[in-house]
């Protein structure tokens, strides 16, 4: 059964960058190429949201990180990440990745920006705080 599980947050200061893993397993697609992962964030006092995800060679992006956050995958390592430069205060939140099979992309038609509780797989978060 797939499992993923985030790292690399912590304390950055505004304008800083931060990278944050998100590493797969227990998949059966043969390549974590073929599993879709997404991002997301849930900032104090809000609602969680979806940052990115990917599948493949499709990618796509939230409202929220478009310009400042880059999604990308390592299929060797079976890890995907989220490279964030220019980071602001309001970045602040805990940051989640989640993950699907190929039959969970299947029925989304190839849409992979959802809410967190679409994906199958979810993992606990890693905090990150943008402050000075």
């Known amino acids: 059964q797939l499992q993923v599980v985030e790292s690399g947050g912590g304390l950055v200061r505004p304008g800083g960058s931060l990278r944050l893993s998100c590493a797969a397993s227990g998949f059966t697609e043969g390549s974590i190429d073929n599993v879709v992962i997404g991002w997301f964030r849930q900032a104090p006092g809000k609602e969680r949201e979806a940052l990115s995800c990917?599948?493949?060679?499709?990618?796509d992006y939230g409202e929220s990180p478009k310009g400042r956050f880059t999604i990308s995958r390592d299929n060797a390592q079976n890890m995907v990440y989220l490279q964030m430069t220019n980071l602001r205060p309001e970045d602040t939140g805990i940051y989640y990745c989640a993950g699907g099979d190929w039959r969970t992309y299947a029925r989304w038609y190839g849409r992979c920006l959802r809410r967190f509780d679409d994906y199958p797989s979810r993992g606990q978060g890693t905090q990150v705080i943008v402050s000075s």
């Open positions: 990917i599948k493949g060679r499709n990618i």
